[in-house]
């Protein structure tokens, strides 16, 4: 484990603190949490920007025209059997 100094307004601290007591987590464990989510959010656009970048629009169509004409059902189509 690392030991990080790290200054925070008054009223975002209380609010943290607040928030842990509630959920029943130490403030570590709170900013640590929060500090992962936010990680992981930025992780995933960088990789969907990646994968993005690797797409083909020509691709797309062609994976398009597989599926053919069937069209997705309606309330009216659906039937309910004992």
Do not use: C, W
Not at 12 to 31: D, P, R, T, Y
Not at 35 to 53: D, F, G, I
């Amino acid at each position: 484990m690392s030991t990080v100094s790290l200054r925070l307004p008054q009223f975002l601290h209380k609010e943290v603190k607040n928030i842990a007591k509630e959920e029943g987590i130490s403030v570590n464990q709170f900013i640590a949490t929060a500090l992962a989510e936010k990680m992981s959010a930025l992780r995933t656009q960088e990789y969907l920007e990646q994968r993005a970048a690797r797409g083909s629009r020509d691709k797309f169509d062609n994976a398009l025209s597989k599926i053919g004409s069937n069209h997705p059902l309606d309330e009216n189509d659906i039937v309910i059997t004992d």
